[in-house]
């Protein structure tokens, strides 16, 4: 296929370009040239199709030094800016994936910038201390100043780590050091404990386990990945605990025709997530804690009801289990709350909520009586990054001074309905689009047609992910305003409009 | 006790303050008063106890959001230079335990003050990629002249990561990969594989095992902690695998001196790993990989000889088992060698290393037919991060131009024979002295007496860490030449002869 040049006036040669689409159909934002965004590009411009020949050469040299077979395409990351990633070979795309939703407010947002070329910071950024043991002075005003001006309710405390896959493991430590403790009361570790922990056995090494969901994931390192079940390519041939796997609902989309199939759907599994508490206390593989998404991602944008996560949560302090929301990926304001979970509406939503991504940094939140009772109980070298803490400052900043968890629900609003419409009128390319804020998705008819609906958008200049096995989730960064979803639906009908 | 007052001319103020010693047994350098790194103090400069009162404020405050009784005291990175951590007390400390053996050559280097000064490397520490798929232009170029410009012998491959516990997760996933598809042959995996797999049982799931040693340390995540023998706090309450554990040789040292019976040490401890292999494939818990330091560290400093590992490395081959080499700790220059192993002289040494601390991000290179078969395989969000690798790149060059792995040997030989005069002089205090460059350490008779003279000497202005049970480990930077082991010779001398 031919590649499509768009130019700066890219309204103009979308229009040029378009075959089939009536004038009425198009998605006309008065702001779709301006850029609302200062730091932002005013559309995506084309140059070769993706990836292009530099990539081409690149994926080529570093395939020598490590599998590059997932490489998408290289980045010019000097030159990419708020909502557009340039690549190599020159073009820029309207990018709705940041990085696997990594990107919190664009690419070189000017706040950063200034940050880094502060003198006065250049330290944080050189000097990388073990925190556990050497902080710097400001690591707590630090962590006040953004952490903590966000925390969850009633989890007043927090642990940083450097990855989403090591928040996840140490949340799960906590729960079992927090179940264990209950369980002693008041007496301490017997010598038996001791000893036997340090050869792998119990009574030292209890046989607890974490309940999960199929089609969950928590990350991929072996004690997330016993938790983990989107995918057999994670998981094949890598050694396992068994532990309970509950079915998440399998709802039909849009939720609000779909009342009562996906009342009962609910019902079913939160059935089985009670049955399988019983059964794993019984065959002594005690449930020591529920670790669940309020968004399936990785697993295929799966959604449940707020209803849903409110009778889950309880039941988890029913049977004495911690509850940990996993926002590795919903977390940060895309769903139109700074965290997913705040949409269920509870006074008590979670005893751990964990973090990566957007956030900069990986750690978890929690409840003061989840609390290690001791020192170095969980601990690494890095625990996280200071420099992380000082950005991550600035973003959430720029996140509440610029009203960016609204701004989600507005440009998510404009993007769901899009995607709604396009829905109709391509009912045989698309179908359950469903969504909160911008975190939006839609299924295609299969992987195959998935896959070259992204290729096919990428090529007409925007940016999209896959998740499960045949969806297209929506993950820009947090500046990504009406506008952009507008010009994204543009370029979108005509993709799905030449589809073949 | 009251503390000691060190002024710039430290040398001075020790001679005045020292109480016993004769004038014969200082550690006189020429160089001691000389600032051979430019960006170097000169000296301690103590002001008051450790921590102090700036210290103990802060961590107050910081107990309030999370455990904050590992914390020493809180640092001011700004005024820190080279070996020297300045608190925020005021206080500088000649540092031998770098931010636990983390920082490479030293603190606020000019080399990173500029990188982090050009503005064309603002972007880097602005955007973190999703490596695995959208990585920058310049990511091979930058492995290549960082990493890969060390890599140990035969292992041409390279996967970065964000910590040490995530590299050695991911490098045991990699071996768990690799045994498999070795059993497979050229089948692909089976149906019954890719749905086993999904909930968490075998076949998809095979009960493979990693051997490891007691006393080993390799991170303190799920799978990681399942090799992990090193003290019952980081095990205790944690499920794990029943994977085998063999003893690891405990020496006597001076290694020269007792020759014989530690071989005899080492053939029992290797006997064992044999009997191990066979005795878990019997159970079924085959042994895919055996994962090992070359200088036990955390579990405190346990030494064992080339011959040792030259043994070990053949029964893994024999046995078909992958032979993991974790450099988290040794690698990086401080054993007078890059990498640790390649004291061993072997021309095949291992089959893959793994590293992180120094070398300021997580990974490991492998071997070609270690790599794994498809994308996504070994995969996480962020794999690392460019600035590091940026950062590193700078770091071995300093390292390249300035001979600091030589640098290692000569200070090392300083700091050793200091240590084993000392150790003669005070045997009531000090035993064991061992090490290989400036990775030094010594025994003192208990636990209470080691944490007292790590304090004490901190109160006279030096940094110390402690390993195992009861040893000091001597963990400085690369920048740490013979006069700061002379300084740091008598300050120690004064703290043995005032202890009590």
Chains 1, 2 share one sequence.
């Not at 989107?230 to 989309?253: E, G, M, N, Q, V």
């Not at 709350?337 to 008590?348: I, S």
């Not at 045949?470 to 543009?490: G, Q, Y």
Request: hydrophobic share 35%; charged share 25%; proline share 6%.
């Amino acid at each position: 296929m031919s590649y499509l040049l768009l130019t700066q006036q890219v309204m103009f040669a979308l229009k040029q370009s378009s075959r089939i689409v009536a004038p009425g159909c198009r998605y006309v934002s008065q702001a779709a040239a301006k850029t609302a965004v200062d730091f932002d590009y005013d559309g995506p411009l084309m140059k070769t199709e993706v990836p292009g020949p530099r990539s081409r050469e690149l994926m080529k040299q570093l395939n020598e030094i490590q599998n590059a077979d997932a490489v998408h395409f290289f980045c010019n990351y000097e030159e990419s800016r708020g909502n557009y990633l340039v690549d190599v070979d020159g073009n820029r795309m309207l990018d709705l994936y940041s990085q696997i939703s990594s990107i919190p407010i664009g690419y070189n947002h000017p706040a950063l910038v200034k940050l880094l070329q502060q003198p006065q910071n250049l330290s944080t950024f050189i000097n990388r201390p073990a925190l556990g043991i050497l902080p710097p002075e400001n690591f707590t005003k630090k962590l006040k100043e953004s952490l903590l001006s966000v925390a969850p309710k009633g989890l007043n405390q927090i642990i940083t780590m450097s990855c989403g896959s090591c928040s996840n493991e140490n949340a799960f430590k906590l729960i079992f050091l927090w179940y264990r403790n209950k369980e002693r009361g008041n007496s301490s570790a017997s010598k038996e404990e001791l000893e036997t922990c340090m050869i792998n056995q119990p009574p030292g090494c209890p046989d607890y386990s974490i309940l999960s969901f199929m089609g969950g994931f928590h990350g991929r390192t072996l004690g997330c990945l016993a938790a983990t079940h989107s995918k057999p390519i994670h998981k094949l041939d890598i050694p396992t605990f068994d532990w309970p796997i509950a079915p998440f609902p399998r709802l039909k989309y849009p939720l609000d025709e779909f009342v009562k199939e996906n009342e009962q759907e609910e019902a079913r599994c939160l059935e089985e997530v009670e049955d399988l508490i019983v059964k794993y206390r019984k065959k002594k593989r005690t449930v020591a804690g529920i670790i669940v998404e309020p968004i399936q991602s990785e697993g295929g944008d799966n959604h449940a009801s707020n209803d849903f996560f409110r009778k889950l949560r309880n039941i988890a302090r029913k049977h004495g289990c911690a509850f940990l929301v996993d926002e590795v990926q919903t977390g940060g304001g895309a769903t139109g709350k700074f965290w997913a979970h705040e949409h269920w509406g509870m006074e008590d939503p979670a005893d751990i909520v964990s973090f990566s991504k957007k956030m900069m940094i990986g750690g978890f939140f929690h409840k003061n009586e989840f609390r290690p009772d001791a020192p170095f109980r969980i601990f690494n070298t890095w625990l996280g990054e200071p420099s992380k803490n000082l950005m991550l400052r600035e973003v959430i900043d720029v996140i509440k001074k610029e009203g960016l968890v609204n701004n989600a629900v507005q440009a998510g609003k404009v993007l769901h309905r899009g995607l709604l419409e396009l829905q109709a009128r391509y009912p045989h390319l698309m179908s359950s689009t469903r969504g909160q804020g911008t975190f939006c998705s839609f299924d295609a008819p299969d992987d195959a047609i998935r896959n070259k609906l992204i290729i096919q958008a990428r090529n007409k200049g925007v940016v999209l992910g896959g998740c499960g096995e045949r969806s297209i989730r929506f993950r820009p960064t947090l500046v990504f305003k009406d506008h952009h979803a507008n010009l994204f639906l543009n370029i979108f009908n005509d993709v799905l409009a030449d589809f073949k």
